[in-house]
Each structure stands twice: as C-alpha cells, then as structure tokens.
C-alpha cells in the first residue's frame, strides 16, 4: 500500500524542483501517493493567514506528512512565515539538517580532503520564533524569547535517541548561557539532565560564538550538535557553507504527529523558468522523508544515484565547474533516474519512523514541579524621557517604603540608578525595580497590580514581570552594573 503524503509545490522555483524530485523518488520505487495542498504567498494573499486553504490543513494532519518546496516570506509588513507557522502548528519540534560532503560539490574543505558529515538538530518551536512582538515606545521594540523546560527536554531527548540510532559518539550543545543565563542557562541544565540516560555519548557545550568560529576552522571536529532556535537557524546556515551551499542542505521538522520535509533555500524568483534549479536539497530532504516513513531501500537507491551522478561530473549551473557537464534541473533528474540501482555506498543515516496519531484535542507538556513559587516583587518597564535620577526621585516618593524598596532602574540592560555613569546613553523606557522592603519579603499578585495602577497615575506602563523565586531560588536575572 502506497504512503500517501501532502505535498506542497511551493513558490518560485518550488513546483520545478518538486517535480523533478517526485520524478526521481517514484522512479527508485517509492510507495507514495502525492495528495497536492494549496499552500504558499499566493493563499496567504487571498486572505488565509496561515498560507494554506483548511481543505489542505486537514489533508496534511490526516496524512502526518507534508512535502513542500520553497515559500516566500516578504521582509518586513504584516505577513508572518508560513514555514515557520506551519512548524509550529504542528508541534515539529525537531528541525534536523544533515551536512555531508558531497563528491563532485567543490569546497576549501573537500581541497583539503576533509570529510565533512554534521547533524543539526534545532528546537523548532520556541525561543524568539514566537514572533510576539511589541512596539513599547515610539522608540523601543520589544520581541520576547521564550525558553521552556518541556521543550527543551523534549528537544534533547529527540537528539540523543537519534544520535544513538546514527551511531554518533559526540552530542555538543551550542548555547549563550554565559549571557542569557536563565534562558539558554535552562536549555543547557536540561541538556545535561537528558545526557545522563545516554551514557555512551559523550556530552560537551560550545558557546555559540566559539561554534561557529570552531565549525569554520575544524568542522571535524563535531558530530551532532543541538542549539535554541534562532541560533540554530544561522549555524545551520553556516554549516550549509562547509558542504557548498544551502543547495546541499536537506532539512526535516520532525514532530510526534506530523513532520515536515523541505528545502532550506529560498524561492529564487530570479531563476523561475529557466530550468537552472538545483534540486539536490529537496532530493535529499525526501530521502530523509522516505527513511522516516520506513522506505529505507528506496532512500539509499536515490542517494546512490545522486552520488554516481555527481561523481560522473553533472552539474546545475549554482556549483558549475570549468570541467563539469552543466545540465538543467530536468536533466540532472534524469541523470540521477538512470544511475538508479548502480553504485552501493552505506546506509549511515537511518531516521526512526514516528507513528502519526489523530488528535482530538490540544497536549499540554509540563514538567512536574513541587516546592515554593513566591513572588519577590516586580519589573515594572515604563516609558519616560526624563533623566534616571529624575525616575529615581519620583519613585522613591510614589513608594510606600514600609511595603517596597527600590532596587535598581536599568535602560536598555544596564544600571543607571541608583549608581551608574553619565557616559550611559539611554532611550525612553526604563526597567524598574521594585522588591519588598522586607528581607526575603513576599508579595501578592493583588499587591503587585495596586502597585502598578499606583504608579500608572505618573507613568505609562509598558509591560510588567513578576519577579518569581522558586524553591529560594531567584527566577530573574541582574542588570548589567547592577
């Protein structure tokens, strides 16, 4: 019985690519039936704001799969990305990338003879790809970043199975903990936490910026690595480098009901028509659809034939080389059709099927908690143009000091009240802080909220945080300065 998968063409050069890459898969023997779904820039500017039609929503959760090439996401304006939504609807949690060297695909490391076979594994759903964001001043933007416990063990957990089923014998998690010490200080915690149940896998962290400068100079020297969203987004990029370009680079968003596979590049709108695309990232993003769906002979047939064509010299115009055989997009799949069942080369990158399963209602993922939560007092972030001991000054009136204490005011992170230096530029909106005036004081959210009304009589409040203590320890971070 034949896989019957969702399958978006997407935008640009997306339905060439598509096409030549279903052409190749049902030539090696893939047991899939296409069920094609309207989805891209085109929907969303008929008025779907997730990019797709609802009829091709629920084609896609029935199928748990979905196929998709390319889609554009303009810069700047009011329209999110639909590949980012569509990962985050569906709960993929898991965006893997795999980066291999390619015969035939020309770097400075394949010059050098260094081999290069790199699994990223992204957290796909959280951090600052949240997109909320707030305009809090007519000067200052506000995006928030969200790290999360479960998703973070959720994340780690997906990456050590699959490094153990990959025989991989190194797992590095790339983070800034030195920096954002809750947040990527939460996604680090839990990445140790989860390493101590895979015992045989070694288990390091990089600080992101070391990473990447790590991954240009021994690339190596790494094996899997697994990173918060954002930061895994741009060193994927960066490794799509080492192997030639996002061209090479196949990506899946995996999730425990449905699972996305596509390309990373973009759209090219530059190329659409011509007949000049190279469909090799798409290619190799469905081998790793076919292997997640258990077709793994009909995976390693295609790879197989994509290497001896690469070997035999064909090349699409993005990575010619002066003694290549230049071909189009449709000639370099039929290229590849023909060196299907040729030349063996080892299954190394077998991915574990993940069952779809029909939701009737939404999951809620919690980690168990049991101890203390306590509020310590509260951020107020508030707008104003005066001078930070002129803030200062007004709040040590406006507080009750037998209730509440001022601690610190920053502007933009930094301490500026009740010390600080004059070579502190600031904008026009100021983290307050106020805690309880008594010593390990507690507070309540009423109290909290009478403060803020309080204070709103002078001031414009633009957000607020709780500053919580759990189990006595602080769940907020100091300013700079402070």
């Known amino acids: 019985m034949k896989t019957k998968i969702a399958v978006a063409k997407g935008d640009g050069i997306g339905p060439e690519i598509m096409e030549a890459v279903l052409y190749i898969m049902q ?13 891209g820039k085109e929907y969303y500017e008929q008025g779907h704001s997730t990019g797709m039609t609802p ?12 196929f998709k090439g390319p889609m554009e996401t303009p810069k700047g304006g009011g329209m999110k990305s639909i590949n980012v939504t569509a990962r985050k609807v569906w709960s993929t949690y898991a965006n893997k990338r795999v980066f291999k060297s390619l015969p035939g695909v020309e770097t400075v490391f394949s010059k050098g003879n260094i081999p290069i076979d790199i699994t990223i594994v992204r957290e796909n759903i959280e951090d600052t790809y949240g997109g909320i964001e707030h305009m809090l001043t007519h000067d200052v933007a506000l995006c928030r ?15 050590f199975d699959m490094a153990r089923k990959k025989g991989a014998k190194k797992v590095t998690c790339g983070h800034k903990a030195n920096i954002m ?5 939460l996604f680090l915690e839990c990445f140790y936490e989860v390493a101590k149940e895979y015992p045989e896998i070694i288990a390091n962290d990089v600080i992101v910026d070391d990473l990447a400068m790590k991954l240009v100079v021994k690339p190596q020297d790494f094996d899997v690595i697994v990173l918060p969203n954002l930061q895994g987004d741009i060193i994927s990029d960066l490794c799509a480098g080492l192997v ?15 699972s996305i596979f596509e390309a990373v590049h973009g759209t090219a709108p530059d190329i659409v028509g011509k007949n000049i695309a190279n469909p090799t990232s798409l290619l190799l993003s469905g081998t790793m659809l076919l292997r997640h769906i258990g077709q793994v002979k009909a995976a390693q047939n295609i790879e197989n034939a994509l290497l001896k064509t690469l070997l035999s010299g064909f090349h699409t115009p993005d990575f010619h080389q002066t003694d290549s055989k230049l071909v189009g997009t449709k000639e370099f799949a039929s290229a590849i059709v023909k060196n299907l069942g040729g030349i063996s080369f080892d299954d190394d990158n077998y991915d574990f099927e993940i069952p779809s399963k029909i939701r009737t209602e939404n999951l809620m993922i919690e980690s168990s908690f049991h101890g203390s939560a306590e509020i310590m007092g509260v951020d107020l972030f508030i707008e104003s143009n005066r001078l930070p001991a002129q803030v200062g000054n007004i709040f040590q009136v406006l507080l009750d000091r037998e209730k509440w204490k001022l601690v610190t005011i920053s502007n933009r992170g930094t301490q500026v009240y009740p010390t600080g230096s ?12 106020v805690e309880c005036a008594e010593e390990n004081g507690k507070a309540s959210q009423q109290e909290i909220l009478k403060l803020a009304v309080l204070v709103s009589d002078t001031y414009k409040i633009c957000s607020l945080e709780m500053l919580m203590s759990y189990n006595g320890k602080k769940g907020y971070s100091l300013a700079q300065g402070q």
């Open 27 to 39: 030539s090696a023997g893939a047991q899939i039936e296409p069920k094609y779904v309207d989805m």
């Open 55 to 66: 009829q091709s929503k629920q084609i896609i959760e029935e199928t748990g799969i979905l």
């Open 145 to 159: 970043r969200f790290i999360t416990r479960p998703g973070s063990l959720q994340i780690h957990r997906y990456t």
């Open 181 to 185: 010490k809750i947040t990527d200080g």
């Open 244 to 258: 030639g370009g996002l061209g090479f680079a196949p990506s899946a968003n995996i999730g425990d009901n449905i």
């Open 422 to 433: 004059v070579y502190t530029e600031c904008i026009n909106q100021y983290r307050v802080r």
